[in-house]
């Protein structure tokens, strides 16, 4: 372990002292569930390890909740999208019903489908999301969206080449 990598672990071991226990009972009192807290405020530590950036001291529960309520957004978008995907497999018929670790990897996936659409611009996820599911022409998008044929293009551009270094693991 180099020198900065020990000083990165001591300051967020610091912080994990310090602040530890406040971090989880915010959590447990916006999560109602102590297992739940308890998930999230080691991620936050992880993300923090991860991420190389620790507050400086007078902002560090700042910091610490502002990780948290992204992190507590991301559990609740994932749930929701956990659900979505159960609903529709309940009306497959039992025959068809996929494997825990089947349902468990296509949830990954569509979490991580989420996040890249997310990570767009709103007109290009709007414009992607119109050309894929709905299979409309980008003459009806760009007059959906109010905007030029050549905007939908590049919106589209962006979209799929976003979901494609997504798919590939390689940096925008």
């Known amino acids: 372990m180099g020198t900065a990598e020990f000083a990165l672990q001591q300051q967020v071991n610091t912080l994990y002292v310090d602040h530890h226990g406040w971090l989880r009972g915010l959590l447990r009192r916006k999560l109602g569930n102590a297992f739940d807290a308890a998930d999230l405020a080691h991620d936050v530590y992880l993300h923090l390890m991860k991420t190389g950036r620790v ?51 296509a949830v990954e996936a569509l979490v991580e489908i989420d996040a890249v659409l997310h ?19 980008y003459r009806d998008i760009a007059a959906e969206l109010k905007v030029s044929v050549s905007s ?21």
């Open 55 to 105: 507050p400086p001291v007078d902002e560090s529960r700042r910091h610490l909740t502002q990780i948290a309520n992204g992190l507590v957004i991301d559990l609740y978008r994932r749930r929701q999208i956990e659900a979505a995907y159960l609903d529709a497999l309940a009306m497959l018929p039992e025959a068809f019903a996929p494997s825990e670790e089947t349902r468990a990897l």
């Open 119 to 137: 990570s767009l611009p709103a007109k290009a996820r709007q414009a992607l999301l119109l050309c894929k599911l709905d299979g409309m022409s």
């Open 152 to 172: 939908v293009e590049k919106y589209l551009a962006a979209g799929l080449q976003a979901c494609y270094h997504a798919w590939h693991g390689t940096g925008r």
